[in-house]
């Protein structure tokens, strides 16, 4: 696997390909997307030139702190770690972008928050 992660100020239709196959077909959502995807910053990982895996990070109504959300990785893809590089891919952009210290996950509704110097559940 050669992996690499690209950063998009627009959501990109490589992520939308992976979010439909995750949230709407796997899920059953049957609404993916919403205004925030308009303001968010997208991130996708490639294993060559192949996506397969996303998420979105933006600014909560809280200044300062970042949610990450809509996290999705193509199935053959899971329980290799690819996730968890995702989300330090956002933890990373965050920090050295927009030089903030509160980085929050979410999926639909918040599920645990971590500030970077502490592990992350995951870990």
Known sequence: ?????????SLPSFAKIIREEVFIKEQGFESE????????THIVLFDNDLP?????????DTPGVYILGRL???????????GKF?????????LS???KQTL???????????PPS??????
């Open 1 to 9: 696997m050669q992996m690499k992660t690209e950063i998009y100020n």
């Open 33 to 40: 997307y919403d205004e925030i995807d308009n303001v968010a």
């Open 52 to 60: 397969v895996a996303t998420c979105r990070v933006f600014e909560s």
């Open 72 to 82: 999705a990785v193509k199935k053959e893809y899971r329980s290799k770690g690819i």
């Open 86 to 94: 995702v989300i330090r891919q956002a933890e990373k952009y965050v």
């Open 97 to 99: 972008v927009k030089q």
């Open 104 to 114: 929050s996950i979410t999926k639909i509704f918040p599920i645990f928050w971590f």
């Open 118 to 123: 502490i592990p992350t559940p995951a870990s």
